[in-house]
């Protein structure tokens, strides 16, 4: 069983920022990737940024220069640093993490979401 747990969102005005943090527990042997997505009514889920644990990273075109994403591997931390926010980033924001639960079981699992709104 693993759990992620998000904190973080929130309504912010337009040029602000934004931290989100996830924190992963349970039975976890090897995490491949965290990062975040995000879903806005009526579209479909999309990545938003990821890190892999060999510090790779893949970021959503329109967030690049905006958003970092920072992982603790020590800790299975992933967090979303949000600036320059603007109205169309608002969304619900996952936590996600791919991951081993044992030598051969791999998942992706997901946090609960945390609502970002971006107006003024």
């Known amino acids: 069983q693993v759990n992620l747990v998000e904190s973080g969102g929130g309504l912010v005005q337009p040029g602000g920022s934004l931290r989100l943090s996830c924190a992963a527990s349970?039975?976890?042997?090897?995490?491949?990737?965290m990062g975040w997505y995000r879903q806005a009514p009526g579209k479909q889920r999309e990545l938003v940024a990821t890190?892999?644990?060999?510090?790779?990273?893949n970021y959503l075109d329109s967030v690049k220069g905006r958003f970092t994403v920072y992982r603790d591997n020590a800790k299975n931390t992933v967090d979303l640093q949000m600036n320059s926010l603007k109205p169309e980033d608002t969304a619900v924001y996952y936590c996600?993490?791919?991951?081993?639960?044992?030598?051969?079981?791999?998942?992706?699992?997901w946090g609960q979401g945390t609502q970002v709104t971006v107006s003024s």
């Open positions: 996600n993490m791919r991951g081993y639960t044992s030598v051969h079981d791999w998942d992706d699992y």
């Open positions: 349970g039975t976890i042997f090897r995490i491949v990737a």
């Open positions: 890190r892999n644990s060999g510090g790779g990273t």
